[in-house]
């Protein structure tokens, strides 16, 4: 038995591994995220965990708008690029192909099996070292055919960002 039970059964939890970029004017990013769910049917609503230190709070703050790309599994090197933050790797964005999404002007990543674009709802302070995002989907489509158990997934990767 594990020492820290309540670790390891958050570490049960599967989650899906997407990329989150933003833009607020000019400025574009790109991470990976893997704390998401859709939390309403009507409006659609999607949150994220969102680490409050992270270049890409800042831009949806200041933008409003986030755009979230969905992977399959075997498309994975895609998203590597995305893995270091912004001051770890300042001039990530400047080889990455994408397309403008069209209700955000946020980033399609290129390899992308889908997208669904938000308008930010509301910052929530969680008093953590994450806040939870909420955004209403405004738009969306689908890039690549895919069945669920195709979509990328922390565990397709072998990490955990959970405990």
Not at 13 to 41: E, H, K
Not at 64 to 69: E, H, R
Not at 121 to 130: E, L, P, Q, T
């Given at each position: ?15 899906g ?7 607020y004017?000019d400025?574009i990013?790109?991470m990976?995220?893997?704390w998401?769910?859709q ?6 609503l999607l ?6 230190t992270?270049?890409t709070y ?5 933008g409003g708008v986030f755009?979230l ?6 498309d994975k090197?895609?998203?590597m ?6 001051d770890k790797?300042?001039?990530k964005?400047e ?8 209700e955000?002007?946020?980033?399609i990543?290129k390899?992308?099996?889908a997208?669904?674009e938000?308008r ?7 008093n ?8 209403e ?10 069945e ?7 565990v ?8």
């Amino acid at each position: 038995m594990p020492s820290d039970a309540i670790k390891y059964a958050l570490k049960l939890m599967p989650y899906g591994f997407y990329s989150l970029t933003s833009r607020y004017g000019d400025d574009i990013n790109a991470m990976v995220c893997n704390w998401v769910t859709q939390v309403s049917f009507e409006p659609r609503l999607l949150i994220v965990g969102l680490q409050k230190t992270c270049y890409t709070y800042e831009l949806i703050e200041k933008g409003g708008v986030f755009t979230l790309n969905i992977f399959k599994a075997v498309d994975k090197e895609a998203l590597m690029p995305f893995t270091k933050g912004r001051d770890k790797r300042p001039d990530k964005m400047e080889n990455t192909e994408y397309t403008e999404a069209p209700e955000t002007g946020c980033p399609i990543l290129k390899g992308a099996a889908a997208y669904i674009e938000c308008r930010m709802i509301r910052m929530i302070n969680a008093n953590g070292d994450h806040d939870i995002l909420v955004g209403e989907v405004i738009g969306g489509d689908i890039l690549q055919e895919a069945e669920v158990d195709e979509i990328l997934t922390l565990v397709d990767l072998g990490w955990s960002y959970a405990g």
